[in-house]
């Protein structure tokens, strides 16, 4: 499976200020600032432009963790509550990358101008070519690339990216304020009743977010029906038996929804259920035996 990095989206500063909450974390001890400078591999001036920032984000999040800088004595403490979470300390960095804010706009601009794009993310044309020289780097493991005022690539394969980059990056609170709209629940809902199982939080949301993405890319572009991917599954997968289900359950959600229509649909969200775990393995395996036995 396809995992993105998204410490790659960061820029220098932000890595640095990352890895030094994890230093103090991993140390869980009051440690000076020589000790932290050489383990981090720092300069006296890269460390002092950003402990202090590190110390004020954590107080601006109110996440459960503090710092102390003591220049006097030369020691740092970080303090940690029960209740710590690093999820939001992530997603602050995250958002303020401007490799995280262009993948946005595509995101939501699957056509775009630099022209644009520039005006969006405040940089001149030239440093978002720049941008987007790197982030095809980071996104050509996907076998997709950013080129011509788009994302080109099978088009499953793109949206699977955009997946990764909000399931991995988004906190799951926030995630679930986003994506859990009533197609979406109700699709959840009806594969319960069908498989005579209760989903996890979890797999909800992945599927939620799924969903989501799904209908973003639909409502701003075409798809292309040329897709490799989708002809092999019309050669050899038609007749499975959870794809019938996931067809039943992607109409019948269609059917109270203007704009979760699209003749793939069905198709990317059984090929998502089936690769990524929302159907339980011992489930998959007697409807298999199920379909195997029908005459």
């Not at 140390?27 to 000076?32: F, R």
């Not at 977010?209 to 092999?232: A, F, G, H, Y």
Request: hydrophobic fraction near 40%.
């Amino acid at each position: 499976m396809l995992i993105l990095n998204l410490l790659n989206l960061l820029d220098k500063n932000s890595r640095i200020q990352i890895s030094m909450v994890h230093f103090l974390l991993d140390y869980n001890a009051k440690t000076s600032t020589t000790t932290m400078i050489e383990e981090l591999a720092l300069t006296r001036f890269l460390f002092e432009t950003n402990i202090e920032e590190v110390g004020s984000t954590l107080e601006q999040l109110n996440i459960g963790l503090s710092l102390t800088y003591d220049k006097i004595h030369n020691s740092i403490t970080l303090q940690k509550d029960n209740h710590t979470s690093l999820d939001k300390f992530y997603y602050y960095y995250l958002n303020r990358s401007v490799d995280y804010q262009i993948l946005i706009y595509l995101y939501q601009h699957p056509s775009y101008s630099i022209v644009d794009l520039s005006h969006s993310v405040s940089l001149s044309e030239a440093a978002i070519y720049r941008h987007l020289k790197k982030l095809n780097k980071e996104i050509e493991e996907f076998d997709i690339q950013i080129r011509k005022g788009t994302i080109i690539g099978d088009e499953l394969q793109i949206c699977y990216f955009f997946y990764q980059l909000f399931w991995v990056g988004v906190p799951l609170d926030e995630l679930e304020g986003k994506t859990n709209d009533v197609s979406a629940m109700r699709f959840a809902d009806y594969l319960e009743k069908k498989l005579k199982q209760t989903f996890t939080r979890e797999a909800k949301l992945k599927l939620y977010l799924w969903i989501r993405i799904l209908k973003t890319r639909i409502l701003k572009q075409s798809l292309n029906d040329s897709s490799p991917i989708l002809e092999t599954f019309f050669d050899y997968q038609t007749e499975d038996s959870i794809y019938q289900i996931v067809r039943d359950a992607y109409f019948f959600s269609l059917s109270h929804s203007a704009v979760f229509g699209s003749p793939h649909n069905a198709i990317y969200l059984y090929l998502f259920i089936s690769s990524m775990s929302i159907v339980p393995p011992d489930v998959a395996m007697i409807l298999g035996l199920l379909a195997d036995q029908q005459p």
